[in-house]
């Protein structure tokens, strides 16, 4: 009798749980998203001002990415999966991606490819890298 | 962009593409994310401007933290809990006050009044229960059984053991079973 009446507990806690999450009043208001949306832009922009006055640094930063790009395989299509890894390599090492094409759409366009040829014009390494 | 191609970009490819100012990146994560942490808010707190506060908190501080993300440490979503955790512990601390009923959001109407008077009841029923749990016990359980995370998850959110996490869950479930088992007529749940 003791084990029944633990388990139909059970059942209610599972039931009332479910409920809770299906709960529409635990929704966040559109003013919410509106102000919590307008903290990231703002954020955004302090970030992007703060680029502009280390423009001298922006220069090298680039020439560090595309050499990092090149020991991933030169001029090779890469898929757009593949390059959000390429993308975490390059801000690992504190780089900016300011030259990815189309920002996110890279990632989720219609051909979900990119090439690393159009991140630069040409290059000099520093380390060996494979010719594909 | 396509619609499919969007839910699948993780949180943390997401986070790199805002840090470089990325709106769209801004714009899905805060849809994806803002629920969770809100929510979560809620029930931790029982008071939706409190709640509000500590959402848009924690978002602020996930926007400050993108240009230092470290790729595959934490999760995006363990690190947002632990800082609604910690903001929420705060407030509690200075309040000491849980209110027992939230204020009443517009319901779908395709639903009936009386389904719907039964589900705010159950609502209720659940969160008053909740808010007499010891504050970690709530959490615990929370976690587990309405955000739907993992016992190892939520060790990490909470910086104890996954033992440690199961006791709390183990005790909060005894003592919401032993608040609401009175009630189990009341709530629509027959004793056959």
């Known amino acids: 009798m003791q084990m029944t009446r633990m388990t139909k507990d059970d059942q209610m806690l599972d039931d009332l749980f479910g409920t809770a999450r299906d709960d529409a009043g635990m929704q966040p208001s559109s003013d919410l998203m509106a102000r919590v949306l307008g903290d990231a832009h703002a954020v955004q922009s302090e970030a992007a001002q703060s680029v502009r006055d280390r423009t001298p640094e922006a220069g090298i930063e680039a020439d560090i990415w595309r050499r990092l790009l090149a020991l991933l395989g030169g001029w090779t299509p890469v898929a757009g999966l593949a390059l959000t890894a390429a993308a975490g390599v390059g801000i690992g090492f504190g780089v900016s991606i300011s030259l990815l094409p189309d920002g996110i759409e890279t990632l989720t366009g219609g051909n979900a490819e990119a090439y690393l040829s159009d991140l630069s014009t040409g290059y000099t390494l520093g380390l060996a890298a494979e010719e594909s | 962009m396509p619609f499919d191609a969007r839910h699948e970009i993780p949180d943390d490819a997401l986070l790199l593409l805002f840090a470089n100012g990325d709106h769209d990146a801004a714009r899905i994560l805060t849809e994806r994310l803002l629920p969770r942490v809100f929510g979560h808010a809620l029930r931790m707190l029982r008071d939706r401007a409190e709640a509000e506060d500590v959402a848009q908190e924690a978002m602020l501080r996930l926007w400050r933290q993108a240009p230092n993300w470290r790729q595959g440490e934490a999760k995006v979503t363990t690190w947002l809990y ?28 395709a639903v009936s009044a009386e389904a719907r008077l039964q589900t705010k009841a159950r609502v209720d029923a659940l969160g008053g229960a909740l808010a007499t749990l010891p504050e970690r016990q709530r959490q615990a359980v929370t976690l587990r059984h309405i955000e739907g995370l993992g016992n190892p998850e939520i060790a990490e959110i909470m910086e104890i053991g996954v033992e440690a996490v199961e006791s709390l869950i183990a005790r909060g479930k005894r003592s919401l079973s032993a608040a609401l088992g009175s009630r189990k007529e009341e709530l629509g749940y027959a004793d056959d």
Request: glycine letters at 0%; aromatic letters at 0%.
């Open chain 2, 82 to 109: 632990r800082v609604v955790a910690n903001l929420c512990t705060d407030r509690l601390r200075k309040t000491r006050h849980v209110a027992l009923e939230l204020v009443p959001e517009p319901l779908d109407d």
